[in-house]
């Protein structure tokens, strides 16, 4: 007699409670804002419904993008170089890349 007592508790152990939790889930669960069932929702129709997206490459024209590009940028002042400065950093150049070897 004990043993048809333990049927269906095995009965609702293995499909009562998975059942349960996934309506408790369904009611109270949301993931990004929305909600499980329009979450499922939005999965069952992304896999019944494949969409393909195909892009267009637009052509660019590069001479005016350039332009567009060198006209935006403030332009910089462009430091002067003496020649004692640059025999300075030529000299320093050179020193440092005879202590590095």
């Known amino acids: 007699m004990l043993y048809l007592l333990k049927l269906p508790t095995i009965i609702f152990l293995i ?3 998975p ?4 309506f408790v889930a369904l009611a109270m669960l949301k993931i990004n804002e929305q909600e499980l069932d329009q979450v499922l929702n ?3 129709n992304h896999f019944w419904n494949p969409r393909l997206y195909i892009w267009k490459k637009e052509e660019m024209d590069i001479k005016n993008t350039q332009k567009k590009v060198l006209q935006g ?3 910089a002042p462009i430091p002067k170089l003496s020649q004692r400065k640059l025999q300075d950093l030529a000299w320093s150049l050179d020193i440092n890349s005879k202590f590095k070897r």
């Not at 059942?19 to 996934?22: D, N, P, Q, R, Y």
């Open 19 to 22: 059942i349960g939790s996934f």
């Open 42 to 44: 939005n999965a069952v």
């Open 73 to 75: 940028l403030p332009s």
């Open 15 to 17: 499909l009562g409670i």
